[in-house]
């Protein structure tokens, strides 16, 4: 948890999960078509009309979950670690990093994409009528999570891991990241009890239903279903 304090991790100790985050923004969005507020199979074009218009009349909000919708992920460029440090509104992140021309024809390949679980939140944010972080804070609650969560850079988030790599053979601090940039992509904390207990609720129907659990835990063509890497082993 800190090496400078020699602190040891326990059950409760809160860590940034990255891309464990897009398991949280899929039930969201999966939230949402349940209560008939969207349909997984309408166009991107359909609830964020301000958005590149050829791509978003091309790309489903399921192909945006699976993800096979073609567009380009921001990750991969050359500035990307500048990119980071810097803080964001999701707006801000889709607008100028996440609104590229498509790679491919949506549906026809499988390509994992930060940018479209970015633009499921500004998706999330746009039908809720609300902010992601609050959005969060009501759905975990029903799944009865007490440390899972996501704040802003400069917040005081209790026992929450600092993150360490290993450089020229030692260890040091990890690069400063501004979590908002990677928001419903990856900017959400837990804790490993937390997790646990989220699995569980996912896989018994508790928390989406069972008809949720099986579109989210589905063997797709591209093993990847809706957050989760899912397949025969």
Sequence with gaps: MAVAWKI???PTTRFQIGSLTKQFTAGMILKLAQDGRINLD???SSYLPNYRRAVGEAVTIRQ??????GIPDFVHRPDIIQIVKEPLTPKE????????ALAFR???QFEYSNCGYLILGALYEQIAGESYAEGLRRFTARAGLTDTGIS????VVPRLAMAYVIENGRETKAPYIDWSVAFSSGGIYSTVRDLWRWRGELVSGRLLG??????????????Y?????VGPN
């Design 8 to 10: 040891a991790n326990t």
């Design 42 to 44: 309408s166009t991107l």
């Design 64 to 69: 945006l979950l699976g993800p096979s919708a």
């Design 93 to 100: 992140v889709v607008s100028k990093y996440c609104s590229n």
């Design 106 to 108: 949506p549906g026809t």
């Design 152 to 155: 802003g850079p400069r917040a």
């Design 210 to 223: 069972a008809g949720a659990s099986k579109e989210i835990f589905a063997i797709r063509p591209f093993g």
């Design 225 to 229: 279903s809706f957050g989760w890497h």
